[in-house]
């Protein structure tokens, strides 16, 4: 090693002030290429390949390296990923600090022409290098830029250099590569209409300096899902008034994408807008139509205060693009490179790829990639990353809705499963330490049938004083996560296990989720019990956690529960335990609600797939049993027992899931939606509501009461994990529990690993690490989770969305009755009870005549012609699969009853005008 | 100091260096012919100067003299020039009379005091940016060593702070105004035997080992290089008496 001079450098920071930091050139950085004698072992981390495969590129036919300069890695870097194409890259860019490949700033020169200076010093001394190497292989190193400038400098000092897109075109092997590249040239705006759609963004430092001043606002974009001009813009900080600010109109929008981070100008009170209640989609192909949308969306007029504070996107301060999931819509012009990519996601505006293989890649889901929105083009340029498959296929479509929903589902890496327990496991001496030997209790498990990760079982007994034991054993997944390893680095990264219809994305590798931590029947398992002794009232006398083993007697279903508590015939130990579980339950559930916990509904679906195809043949909604809320119940207590212990032990980072309640304006559409029947709502408290809902039933209409409760539901507010250190609000809302905690689903649930840890910590069952205890570590947690855990409910909804669009794909068109839930200004939005499926029926059509619409947000109602639709009216709707449009292939819903002319389609019309009316299936979006 | 990146993926510092290396050290001992020991150090680009006195008589209070064992007499002061901005004053600050206090305990758990009974040990440092008190320790060891003042070891001082799971040794001023954990440690290398051990940010428990330890590594790499100096030193005075 050797060292070398030091460098002097002057800030300003309130004076003039002198800085002297001294830089150790090393001289034992290796150059990664492995069988270097030179270099010998010095190089660590990833190596070059040996022997660089050859992509036989024309314009330099020997084997080589490429040394590509900052700027094309960081806009390349989608198609640099690519296995096989792109691996000769140089791994790593010579440090700076190497001894032989040190460059000095200049006078005179900035900061970036000294970076550029210093790839090319390094790009010189790796063709030195390597010549030195081996005389006989002609190993060569190919400089890649973009920048002309550096280019002709690099090839001035006898370094082969090409640009970017020069040394792609020449890779002869591989001629779709190309469609990969990042379009950045310059030329390729040129042939744009001249016309500028879109103001200028101001430079950062003029935002930073509005924000400071507060003229504008920053704030998270989020597009409309229904109506692609209409945004609104999350203000960060607390200022709560404008906490939300409507932005409308493609101007205004200012080529803002989804979750960027924007800054906002508010317009004057003036030009305020109300967020309009159109549903509006992007059909258009052309680029002139964009005046014509601007009248459109400005003609709804409305009442003063539905007017919400509106602004205009003056600049980004952070882009959040992503690659998206989506389709190509081909360009009509025959011939054309130049096509429009439509994304899955109906947030994300239209991008303009340029391929050559539009034909093949018609009909595939395909992965696009935004790379520049240009103020004189209508959408953003984006280039193509990675066909997914057929539309419609299956895997296509799981693959699709996982990468939307960023659900990490890569296999496990052998990093990961090298921390998994070796097999054949057993339970040893050291594994006893600090546990307890429950194995003679009578303990089983209650679950869905085929569920595979059982997390909990139960036991309950009479004890000698005539009181009950009772016992709930969750899976001690934390005995064999430990803190920090690349396994628990994982499973908190995925969060949660993702149930989708036909698959399971494990949060932990199979061995765990299914095989150890799995607390199947007859075998010795690892677990974390928490026992009550209580009395024959269901008061709990004493609380006792403990690290046990148990092993389970029995692996139950629900129905088989059931079967065993109801038949008289049974008195097994088991039946009994259950027996006396099932009582407590009842009375716990009962003292629950009496403290004004929430009985909600959601319409729940259930595939049966057919076991070969894996396809869906049968749909049906959740039944419920009592076994089912027995086992719900002794969860809950468990859960907020274990909240309790934590938060005494740790009352700054124990780790805890709040419910908050919703304001009074969330439940307006269910007191208005009840009292167009008749029915009073109170929404005061909690308990009030249950009571009310309770009480709102209608001796001609049975289910209307779950209809209410499908809508209560909707007003709820999102349950989120905290850290008790960072908040002082614990209430949970729907279980009227004012504290709460997840502890019973650790091989599903990240945040049950973390609250096991804190409750062995708790009871001296382990130690301590430093995450755990900081707070803030935590509130990182629980952002991921809390994430993670909205993202899965969006995937399970999206998997069932299109596992229902395969069941009606074989089942034809159907009629059904159904609901109306939501009254919109142009649609009804409707569910059908039989299939729980929710869908939306449109009233104006683009190329008939609009009827004549008249919507009254109060009651709320909506006329057509002469039928009114209420809230909770009963139509009849014809479901059918709608392929028209690939893009989204779609349930299509249309009226049937009440009939009215000319909207209503008669019940027996077999030749359907498949490019009518644009139907979708909502998503339930909360 | 914000987007600092204290130690690259690599595993490289800010100034080039690996988690465990030092920075540069040179020494040279009897730079001032008039005090009793002296010896100047440099690690990196902090330098320090100490000069000893003694041991001889108690000066000033007779009270101060101690029965059994020799008194022990520190004070710091850094240049006005040591730092970025100026310092006002040179010394009496709270800072070098803590740093003073520092040195003075160090040095009476190594010196073997109680063979001047009834006299005094005077050190004096003066320094110069980032890693001071252990430079100061450093200098102050070949200052004592060079006036002949028996010890029982060397006593060797290193920093070693903590940034991303990673034990720093040796912190440079930048990696200290990061505002990590920062620990001192004085170490008696042949005996392993710790004089002092300083930190005042908060640290968990499981990571203070390898903290610890990585301290201790770069207390005995400092020791190797004094030692050399030391006896380099003494070579060259033998040469100088005409040995």
């Known amino acids: 090693m050797l060292k070398s001079k030091t460098f002097l450098k002057k800030t300003r920071a309130g004076g003039v002030m002198k800085i002297v930091r001294e830089h150790y050139l090393r001289d034992d950085i290796g150059c990664g290429a492995p069988g270097c004698a030179a270099c010998g072992g010095a190089h660590e981390g990833p190596a070059l390949e040996p022997q660089p495969q050859d992509p036989a590129s024309s314009v330099c036919p020997q084997p080589h390296y490429l040394l590509p300069d900052t700027n094309v890695l960081l806009h390349q870097i989608v198609s640099a990923w690519r296995p096989g194409t792109w691996a000769s890259v140089a791994s790593s860019l010579r440090l700076p600090g190497s001894l ?22 390094a790009a010189k001394w790796y063709n030195e290098h390597l010549k030195k190497m081996s005389a006989d292989n002609q190993l060569q190193v190919i400089f890649i830029t973009n920048d002309r400038r550096n280019k002709e400098k690099a090839i001035e000092e006898g370094i082969p250099a090409f640009t970017c897109e020069e040394y792609v075109k020449s890779l002869t092997a591989n001629p779709e590569l190309i469609d990969r590249l990042a379009c950045l040239s310059e030329e390729g705006n040129e042939i744009e209409s001249g016309k500028i759609i879109f103001s200028e963004h101001l430079p950062l430092s003029k935002l930073q300096q509005g924000i400071k001043s507060g003229t504008y606002l920053q704030g998270t974009f989020r597009a409309s899902r229904e109506n692609y001009l209409e945004a609104t813009v999350w203000i960060h900080g607390d200022n709560e008034e404008n906490k939300e600010i409507i932005l409308q109109g493609l101007k205004h929008l200012n080529r803002a994408v989804h979750e960027d981070i924007v800054a906002v100008e508010l317009l004057p009170k003036s030009q305020w807008v109300a967020p309009s209640s159109v549903v509006l989609h992007d059909e258009g192909q052309n680029e002139e139509d964009v005046e014509k949308e601007e009248e459109t969306e400005r003609m709804t007029a409305v009442s003063e205060k539905m007017l919400k504070p509106t602004g205009r996107v003056v600049g980004i301060i952070k882009r959040n693009w992503r690659p998206y999931c989506g389709m190509l819509s081909k360009s009509d012009i025959k011939e054309s490179r130049r096509h429009l990519f439509t994304p899955a996601d109906k947030r994300i505006p239209r991008i303009r790829i340029e391929t050559r293989q539009a034909s093949t890649l018609e009909g595939r889901r395909i992965i696009v990639a935004i790379d520049g929105w240009p103020r004189n083009s209508r959408y953003p340029n984006g280039h193509f990353v990675r066909n997914l498959g057929d539309v419609g296929e299956k895997e296509t479509e799981t693959e699709v809705l996982l990468l939307e929903h960023d659900v990490p589902h890569q296999p496990f890496s052998q990093a990961v499963l090298s921390f998994l327990p070796k097999m054949p496991w057993s339970i040893t001496e050291k594994d006893m330490k600090n546990r307890e030997d429950l194995r003679h209790l009578c303990i089983c498990s209650v679950d869905p049938p085929g569920c595979t990760d059982i997390d909990d079982a139960l036991h309950c007994r009479e004890l000698e004083n005539g009181n009950l034991e009772v016992g709930v054993h969750i899976a001690d997944v934390s005995h064999f996560i430990r803190p920090g390893n690349a396994l628990d680095q994982e499973s908190a990264r995925r969060g949660t296990t993702v149930y989708l219809c036909e698959k399971r994305i494990d949060m932990v590798p199979e061995l765990l989720s299914s095989n150890l931590c799995s607390l199947k029947c007859d075998v010795d398992r690892l677990a974390f019990s928490c026992i009550w002794e209580m009395n024959h009232n269901a008061e709990i006398l004493k609380t006792k956690f403990t690290k046990s083993v148990i092993n389970s007697k029995a692996s139950l279903t629900y129905a088989e529960a059931q079967l065993r508590i109801d038949s008289a015939n049974m008195n097994d130990d088991i039946t009994t335990s259950l027996r006396g579980l099932n009582k407590l339950a009842k009375i716990l559930k009962k003292r629950r609600i009496e403290k004004g916990a929430l009985t909600l509904s959601s319409p729940e679906v259930r595939f049966h797939m057919d076991s070969e195809t894996h396809d869906p043949i049968d749909l049906q909604t959740k039944e419920l049993r009592e076994t089912n809320s027995m086992v719900e119940e002794f969860m809950l207590l468990a859960n907020i027992s274990v909240a309790k212990k934590i938060h005494e032990e740790f009352s700054e980072h124990a780790l805890l899931r709040k419910h908050p309640a919703p304001p009074p304006s969330n439940y307006e559409i269910l007191v208005k939606a009840a009292r167009s029947r008749n029915l009073e709502i109170k929404t005061d408290t909690a308990k009030s509501l249950a009571e009310s809902l309770d009480q709102a039933e209608s001796p001609t209409f049975p289910y209307l009461n779950t209809l209410l409760r499908i809508l209560a539901t909707r007003c709820m507010m999102q349950a989120v994990y905290f850290c008790s250190g960072m908040d002082n609000d614990f209430h949970h809302y729907g279980l009227a529990s004012p504290i709460y905690t997840h502890f019973t689903s650790p091989i599903r649930r990240y945040a049950d690993v973390i609250v096991h840890r804190l409750l062995a910590v708790a009871i001296g069952a382990d130690c301590t690490y430093p995450e755990l205890t900081d707070k803030h570590k935590l509130a990182d947690i629980c952002k991921n989770l809390n994430f993670r855990h909205k993202m899965a409910q969006y995937a399970q909804r999206a998997s069932v969305a299109f596992h229902t669009q395969l069941f009606f794909k074989s089942k034809g068109i159907v009629s059904e009755e159904a609901y109306i839930l939501f009254v919109r200004k142009n649609a009804i939005v409707v569910l059908i009870p039989k299939y729980g499926l929710e869908g939306t029926v449109f009233f104006e059509e683009k190329d008939k005549p609009n009827p004549q619409l008249i919507y009254d947000d109060e009651i709320p109602s909506l006329k057509i012609e002469d039928t009114v639709f209420h809230v909770f009216d009963k139509v009849k709707v014809k479901i059918m699969l709608d392929s028209s449009n690939l893009q989204h292939q779609k349930i299509r819903m249309s009226l049937v009853e009440p009939q009215i002319p000319g909207i209503s389609i008669p019940t027996d019309t077999s030749n359907m005008d498949l490019n009518g009316p644009k139907k979708k299936k909502m998503k339930l979006g909360k | 100091m914000a987007g600092l990146e204290l130690l690259s993926d690599q595993g490289y510092r800010v100034d080039g260096r690996r988690a465990g290396e030092l920075r540069k050290i040179q020494a040279r001992m009897g730079v001032f012919a008039q005090a009793d020991g002296s010896a100047y150090i440099e690690q990196g680009n902090t330098k320090a100067l100490a000069v000893v006195y003694g041991p001889h008589e108690i000066r000033g209070s007779r009270a101060r003299a101690l029965p059994d064992r020799a008194l022990v007499n520190c004070q710091y002061s850094s240049a006005t020039f040591s730092t970025g901005e100026r310092k006002r ?56 060593l060079d006036a002949g003042i028996p010890m029982r070891d060397f006593v060797c001082a290193c920093s070693a702070g903590f940034v991303d799971g990673t034990a720093l040794a040796d912190l440079s001023h930048v990696e200290e105004a990061a505002g990590g954990p920062q620990l001192a440690l004085a170490l008696l290398p042949a005996s392993g035997q710790i004089a002092l051990l300083e930190m005042d940010a908060r640290l968990h428990e499981d990571h203070l080992e390898r903290v610890l330890e990585a301290a201790a590594q770069a207390a005995r790499d400092v020791h190797t290089l004094l030692d050399r100096v030391v006896r380099q030193h003494v070579r060259e005075a033998s040469i100088l008496l005409g040995d």
């Open chain 2, 89 to 144: 004053r040179p010394h009496g600050d709270r800072k070098s009379c803590e740093m003073g206090l520092q040195l003075r305990q160090t040095f009476e758990a190594a010196i073997l005091t109680q063979l001047h009974p009834r006299s005094q040990i005077d050190i004096y440092v003066l320094q110069a940016d980032g890693g001071t008190y252990a430079a100061c320790v450093n200098a102050a060891t070949l200052a004592v």
């Open chain 1, 100 to 121: 032989e490949t040190y460059v000095e700033q200049e006078q005179g020169e900035n900061a970036n022409d000294r970076n550029d200076r210093a790839i090319r010093v």
